[in-house]
């Protein structure tokens, strides 16, 4: 493919954008990436967009439309079945289902990380990151000696969970310390994503700096 025939419609925040990022820059595709302003959508944008989300990737298609795809883990899917590279699932279905059930879970810890990152009061963000980590410890006790989630392969439920906990490297550390507190696997995990070239390379340069002033502007207690 040539640098344009992927469009990657993003916003500079948006976690889901990350993951096809992260997957574009696996497997060394080049891509343009178009960030729009999500309090100000566009005609153009909602017309390719059904949900109004982002990520929405453009397919160039020779003699006929651009192909519009939507939805994550769809874009990510398409990515990894269309470009070259090892495969980011392993070969086998069972393990394959596996995987696909964690980037699942990854959806649902999401949520409740983003409670937590987002509450207004410190006892909503005690009770916040009760939750939380009730799902890091599911993960702590399936992730085996690493560095990635399937040991030594950087996969897509890497790919999936790496934009969720890069957060808590941007945070005050000692805020980070009480979430990831006793799960020595889930925290080496996150070390060693923060560490992989195409995560760091997923965001612009000042991405940490805008996430701060994000939950700043949210009133978030943990940004106090």
């Keep these: 493919m040539t640098d344009t025939d992927l469009t990657l419609i993003s916003h500079p925040l948006c976690p889901f954008v990350q993951r096809a990022a992260i997957?574009?820059?696996e497997k060394g595709v080049p891509f343009h990436r178009v960030n729009i302003?999500?309090?100000a959508k566009t005609d153009w944008f909602l017309t390719l967009s059904p949900t109004g989300k982002v990520p929405v990737l453009k397919v160039r298609q020779p003699g006929a439309e651009d192909a519009v795809l939507f939805e994550s883990v769809v874009i990510c899917e398409y990515l990894d079945?269309?470009?070259?590279?090892?495969?980011?699932?392993?070969?086998?279905?069972l393990s394959r289902a596996r995987h696909r059930a964690w980037i699942e879970f990854a959806n649902q810890t999401q949520v409740e990380g983003w409670h937590f990152?987002?509450?207004l009061d410190t006892a909503t963000a005690d009770t916040r990151r009760t939750a939380l980590r009730d799902k890091l410890r599911k993960l702590e006790a399936v992730l085996g000696d690493?560095?990635?989630f399937a040991s030594r392969a950087f996969g897509m439920?890497?790919?999936?969970?790496?934009?969720?906990?890069?957060?808590?490297?941007i945070i005050d550390p000692a805020v980070s310390r009480t979430v990831f507190a006793g799960l020595p696997r889930v925290s080496a995990w996150r070390a060693a994503l923060a560490e992989r070239p195409s995560v760091r390379n997923a965001v612009l340069d000042d991405y940490a700096d805008r996430f701060r002033d994000h939950l700043r502007q949210h009133g978030a207690s943990i940004a106090c």
Aim: glycine share 10%; proline share 8%; aromatic share 16%.
């Design 23 to 25: 997957v574009l820059l």
């Design 37 to 39: 302003d999500l309090s």
């Design 81 to 93: 079945e269309t470009q070259g590279g090892a495969s980011m699932y392993p070969d086998d279905a």
């Design 117 to 119: 990152l987002h509450a």
């Design 146 to 148: 690493g560095p990635y």
């Design 157 to 169: 439920v890497d790919a999936v969970f790496a934009p969720f906990l890069r957060y808590f490297g």
